[in-house]
């Protein structure tokens, strides 16, 4: 990596320099994390840009730990078998791996079988590890602060749903506030007597005593746990949805009723396979559906996200210094992969200068996806020339990102895909570019179009590339080109200047400065 991270820098614009390679950063490069739930027990190891990790590891045992407990008090004896096993081989990766010690965290199973303190002595007797078991006010606290991870100006109430417990967190002005837990677990609902009449009473009731302490909840709805994601699976089905991202995926209260109603006409057995579910999940939606239509009757959410990011994304921001956790998710994984993969590290920066008098009144949510869109204009230079707009529309939009709404991915995605290349129609993506609104896609036609010409003007660090000045009202546009850029604006390069013209409806001026 070569790319200038020092403070002598001077300016590195409206996002700041970026952080990854300093010392507090690079602790967090490479941690793993393990999550003892009471459906699954899964192991992550984050690496890269701590403030957007990539997955460099993600494994996950269906051991269902918390099935019976409701009957029994102890934990699931075959699951228990399960969980061991997939501790001692997650504890022989992690050596392997070198990484330091695991973080271990064990949620409301464990915590609430008579075995659970039994469980978790044999565990450290077997493998090493420690389990840390946590009550349901810290594992809504933890799961928060993974939403944060993802969305760091993000309010609203975050929903985590295991296999035994339902938590509920507020968050606002990246902070966590007040903490629920309840017993609304798929697991635990199975075991509620009456059928589904006396199952709906049962989450009525327990609902109605939330949602008394917390209030009506008017903001976003952030829904974290694999049976909110199995839902929204089925959801983006039955809504023929062309982008299959989770993270980020929003629903409409409306959408949640059309597709509990969805679920409950299907064979789910035949969904399941429709919409990519394990069946050991797909076990567990009708439960879990009945939940969400209470929950939103109840607390009345203006719109609902699905997040990816949980408890143990939050296990890792909980290591960040405040300065990494205030920085931007995107900027900083953009930052990342171009010291990483870019042939010219460094030169995005230069780039969104060069083109950024085009975008003169954006927004600062528009200037942010303008400023990652640089970053990343020459990461996929790898791929065959006849591929590369597939595959830089391709990464974007289905990477692992923090803090991007589909279509502010199919707005990057659409932007690098005219980097390499004029036109955008006749290939796979088209159902997915009407995520994007018209202007967007203009917009994002001019912005590819406009790093496309500026790639050209590549020049030895420091050297002066020349400058756009954009005259909307004229519909002018002119390029002011030093002396030593003079002999770069040559047939290629004047013809993607011209290009870019075009796409702005405008006339042109080239002046060659002294």
């Known amino acids: ?68 407990l409701a009957e029994t008090g102890r934990l699931n004896p075959e699951g228990r078998v399960r969980a061991l096993a997939a501790l001692r081989r997650f504890q022989h990766l992690a050596d392997d791996l070198d990484l330091p010690p695991l973080r271990v965290v064990a949620t409301a199973a464990v915590r609430e079988a008579a075995d659970g303190a039994d469980f978790c002595a044999e565990v450290k007797r077997e493998t090493g590890l420690v389990i840390q078991v946590i009550d349901g006010e810290e594992e809504a606290r933890l799961s928060a602060q993974g939403v944060l991870l993802g969305w760091p100006g993000a309010y609203g109430l975050i929903c985590d749903i295991g296999g035994a417990s339902m938590e509920l967190a507020e968050i606002g002005s990246g902070q966590v506030g007040r903490r629920l837990t309840s017993p609304l677990g798929p697991l635990k609902l199975r075991d509620v007597p009456g059928g589904r009449r006396g199952r709906k009473a049962h989450i009525k009731q327990v609902m109605n005593d939330l949602r008394a302490q917390l209030g009506p909840q008017r903001d976003r709805l952030f829904l974290v746990g694999g049976s909110w994601r199995a839902i929204a699976r089925v959801d983006m089905l039955r809504r023929n949805y062309p982008l299959k991202v989770l993270h980020e995926y929003r629903m409409t209260v409306r959408d949640v009723h059309e597709t509990a109603r969805y679920i409950e006409r299907a064979d789910l057995d035949k969904l399941r396979s429709k919409a990519g579910v394990s069946a050991s999940r797909m076990a567990l939606v009708p439960y879990a559906i009945d939940v969400l239509a209470r929950l939103i009757r109840e607390f009345k959410p203006k719109d609902i996200a699905i997040s990816s990011y949980g408890i143990r994304e939050g296990l890792l921001y909980e290591q960040m210094p405040q300065r990494l956790r205030d920085r931007d998710p995107l900027i900083e994984a953009c930052y990342f992969a171009e010291s990483k ?174």
């Open 341 to 514: 993969d870019a042939r010219l590290p460094g030169f995005g920066k230069q780039l969104f200068e060069f083109v950024m008098p085009l975008f003169k009144s954006a927004p600062r949510p528009r200037v942010r996806l303008i400023k990652a869109a640089c970053l990343l204009h020459d990461v996929s230079w790898r791929a065959h020339p006849d591929y590369r707009a597939e595959v830089c529309f391709d990464n974007v939009t289905r990477a692992n990102l923090g803090g991007l709404k589909h279509s502010e991915r199919v707005f990057i995605g659409l932007a690098l895909q005219h980097r390499y290349r004029n036109k955008r129609e006749g290939n796979r993506f088209e159902p997915i570019y009407a995520l994007l609104d018209d202007k967007s896609q203009t917009q994002a036609e001019i912005l590819g179009k406009a790093m496309r010409f500026g790639a050209m003007l590549w020049l030895k660090r420091d050297a002066r590339m020349g400058r756009l000045h954009w005259y909307p009202k004229k519909r002018k546009l002119e390029l002011h080109l030093p002396q030593e850029a003079a002999p770069l604006f040559s047939e290629v390069a004047e013809a993607r200047f011209q290009s870019l013209v075009s796409a702005l409806g405008a006339t042109s001026d080239v002046f060659i400065e002294e």
């Open 1 to 68: 990596m070569n790319l200038q991270t020092e403070t002598s820098v001077p300016d590195w614009g409206p996002f700041g320099r970026p952080l990854f390679d300093d010392p507090g950063a690079r602790a967090l490069s490479r941690i793993g994390v393990v999550d003892v739930g009471s459906n699954s027990v899964r192991m992550v190891v984050f690496d890269g840009a701590a403030r957007s990790p990539a997955y460099f590891y993600n494994e996950k045992i269906m051991c269902a730990l918390g099935a019976g």
